[in-house]
């Protein structure tokens, strides 16, 4: 017998419908999630790569910081631009193609930032990753609600998004050892060779997506009918439940995307602080050599890591969702305060730099919790990407900012406090517009 959420009329019905339901989500998430892990990882290293190549990029291109900054920040303009078009076009022709298309595109876009010479082809390179890579998370995220209910995304997402910490913590090491490790071998810098050998396996990983991900879970081979019928019959009676906005339209003309789009705009300028500018801001504090850089800077993601997948538990487990996210993002004001207040005391501002860190992706995965609560259909494709889109511009804007304040002032201190403020809204803006849940 199917599993159907009316079915059960007793405690005790309910329990024994629930029990092979829970051991259905448990494989299919194993299934999934550390593969979109993988994923996620090789685009975000591919992404913010370009953080531990600066620290000899500059010097051998005679950059500034200022243009370093621009073309850190200006993947998110491409990003911006193509996100929403490429998460409709996921909703028509499936999410296999898609996710392949992006992964290839975005490894050939990184290998190609190894031949950089200008100013010019810096950006325009950097403006092609983010058109390339644009569809990816929140196409991942509207992927997975294809297979999870509401009440369980959280946690999902929370899963999903330790891609984030996770890419933190192995990029640093990673890059620091290539950049190490390639120095002076063959004709090329020790920075082109790392972004040659990092997209690489993405363009591998790219032909991989159409082997292992299925488009939905009635096109699991690995489930059972009974599995299928069951996870499809739960996600079908919570997309008919009132209030539930389907078309783009509805997405468009709601204001809660809008509200929701402004509180991802800082939240994400928090993590491309942290992304772009850990390595320089651990430079800064006194920390001598590539290999070491990338080491220290993992610190802050294993931290990161570890808050955001309890809050993202904890935040299921209680059906809160508000004060999750606002108390995260409070925490990461503080963290990129602190910070700047402590950069010439290397343990302090560490400390500072890993409380930012915690907050910053604790805020994450239960933020993605909150769309998913009235969007679905077309309307949680286009809204999850027109939200994603509008609060990644934050990604063009933070590094951009930062390296302006400190050509303009000679410190990195000034920019996170602009960052800090950022962060402090959008606790404001999550207690006052979003509703409890």
Not at 31 to 56: E, H, S
Not at 113 to 123: E, H, N, R
Not at 132 to 150: M, S
Not at 351 to 374: K, Q, R
Request: overall charge positive; aromatic content about 12%.
């Amino acid at each position: 017998m199917s599993y159907s959420p009316s079915a059960a009329a007793t405690p005790a019905a309910h329990a024994s419908a629930a029990a092979p339901l829970e051991v259905t989500y448990r494989k299919i998430a194993w299934r999934l999630i550390p593969f979109l892990v993988f994923l996620f990882v090789l685009a975000w290293i591919d992404r913010v790569n370009v953080g531990f190549a600066k620290l000899q990029m500059l010097q051998d291109l005679q950059f500034s910081e200022a243009v370093y900054g621009l073309g850190a920040g200006i993947f998110f303009i491409g990003y911006f631009i193509f996100e929403v078009p490429s998460n409709l076009l996921l909703e028509k022709i499936g999410a296999r193609k898609t996710l392949a298309r992006i992964t290839i595109l975005w490894g050939l876009a990184s290998m190609a930032m190894a031949y950089v010479t200008t100013p010019t082809s810096f950006y325009v390179l950097r403006f092609l990753l983010g058109i390339f890579e644009a569809g990816f998370f929140p196409g991942v995220v509207l992927y997975l609600t294809y297979w999870f209910p509401a009440q369980r995304r959280a946690r999902v997402n929370g899963l999903f998004m330790t891609s984030f910490a996770i890419a933190g913590a192995v990029g640093g090491p990673i890059a620091g050892l290539i950049m190490s490790g390639m120095e002076g071998v063959g004709h090329l810098a020790n920075w082109q060779w790392l972004f040659i050998l990092e997209g690489i396996p993405s363009i591998l990983a790219g032909f991989a997506v159409l082997a292992w991900l299925p488009e939905k879970p009635a096109n699991a081979k690995w489930l059972s009918e009974a599995e299928k019928n069951a996870v499809t019959q739960v996600l079908a009676a919570e997309n008919s439940a009132p209030g539930k906005h389907f078309s783009f339209k509805d997405a468009c003309t709601n204001y809660r995307v809008w509200i929701c789009a402004a509180v991802y705009f800082c939240v994400v300028s928090g993590n491309a602080t942290i992304a772009f500018w850990a390595p320089s801001i651990i430079k800064e504090i006194g920390v001598k050599g590539n290999l070491q850089i990338g080491l220290i800077s993992a610190i802050p993601f294993v931290a990161g890591t570890l808050a955001m997948i309890w809050n993202g538990f904890h935040s299921d487990k209680t059906g809160e969702r508000r004060l999750h996210s606002a108390i995260a993002t409070l925490i990461a004001c503080i963290g990129l305060v602190a910070t700047g207040m402590t950069l010439g005391n290397a343990t302090l501002a560490l400390c500072s730099l890993t409380l930012a860190a915690i907050g910053i992706l604790a805020a994450f995965p239960v933020f993605w919790s909150i769309p998913g609560a009235f969007l679905a259909g077309t309307a949680a494709a286009g809204g999850i990407a027109l939200i994603n889109s509008i609060g990644n511009l934050a990604g063009f804007v933070a590094p951009y900012m930062i390296g302006a304040l400190k050509t303009s002032t000679g410190s990195l201190s000034s920019g996170l406090y602009f960052v800090a403020a950022l962060e402090l809204l959008a606790s404001f803006l999550v207690v006052v517009f979003i509703r409890k849940s």
